[in-house]
């Protein structure tokens, strides 16, 4: 079985600052991983995706993750983010590519001027 | 392209009663996802169909909620009788063979 723990519920910042959503899982065996994005009253569309490769996996909306085996974790980052960030941001894995997705219970990005 | 269409968008309902959720997926998807989204989680899913085939239903509370896909394609999800903790938000997904789900808009339910 397989869990994903997203550490803060809520993540305030201001306009072009640095963000960090934290995510980290528990699984048995290998997993894919998966950051979506929920805009208000919006179903999930998929930021990026770590299947195999390159650890640094680089996403839409200049959104990026790094995937720690080691520490089992998947941050997601942007550099410089915008109001139009704001938005719930979900963590996932999956055994077996995109099936049978376990989602984070989400963290809530508040992007300020 | 066309994306995935759900209906109603919002459905409020006495406990007790019953209450059918619609999802046309992408054309050409052959595989399609009820989740459940309640208030603070992430979405859990509830079933995945393989064209009009079940994959994987162990999630689904069978005395209460059952889904069809008739001919693969539409799909609907039927809640008889609600309850108060079945408020949530049901998204359908849909993923062609590469695999990767697209989502639709979800059908917000309150139960009263």
């Known amino acids: 079985a397989q869990s994903v723990t997203q550490l803060d519920s809520q993540v305030p910042v201001f306009e072009e600052a640095p963000v960090e959503l934290r995510c980290n899982y528990s699984?048995?065996?290998?997993?894919?991983l998966f950051w979506y994005v929920q805009y208000p009253n919006q179903g999930l569309q998929l930021l990026l995706k770590y299947l195999s490769g390159s650890t640094l996996v680089k996403g839409i909306n200049g959104f990026e993750a790094e995937f720690n085996k080691s520490q089992t974790s998947f941050h997601l980052r942007k550099p410089s983010v915008h109001i139009s960030d704001t938005a719930e941001y979900f963590c996932a894995v999956s055994p077996s590519g995109y099936s049978t997705l376990t989602f984070g219970k989400g963290t809530m990005l508040l992007v300020s001027p | 392209e066309a994306g995935v269409a759900q209906s109603p968008r919002y459905k409020i309902i006495e406990k007790r009663q019953s209450v059918a959720f619609w999802c046309n997926p992408i054309?050409?998807?052959?595989?399609l996802y009820w989740y459940q989204q309640i208030l603070g989680q992430g979405p859990k899913l509830l079933i995945q169909?393989?064209?009009?085939?079940?994959?994987?239903d162990s999630q689904l509370p069978k005395d209460r909620f059952s889904a069809e896909r008739l001919k693969g394609v539409d799909s609907t999800l039927k809640i008889q009788p609600a309850k108060l903790e079945d408020s949530a938000v049901y998204l359908c997904?849909?993923?062609?063979?590469?695999?990767?789900?697209?989502f639709g808009q979800g059908t917000r339910l309150t139960v009263v």
């Open positions: 054309s050409g998807h052959a595989t």
């Open positions: 169909f393989q064209n009009n085939g079940v994959v994987d």
């Open positions: 997904a849909s993923s062609d063979q590469r695999g990767e789900a697209f």
């Open positions: 699984s048995s065996v290998s997993v894919y």
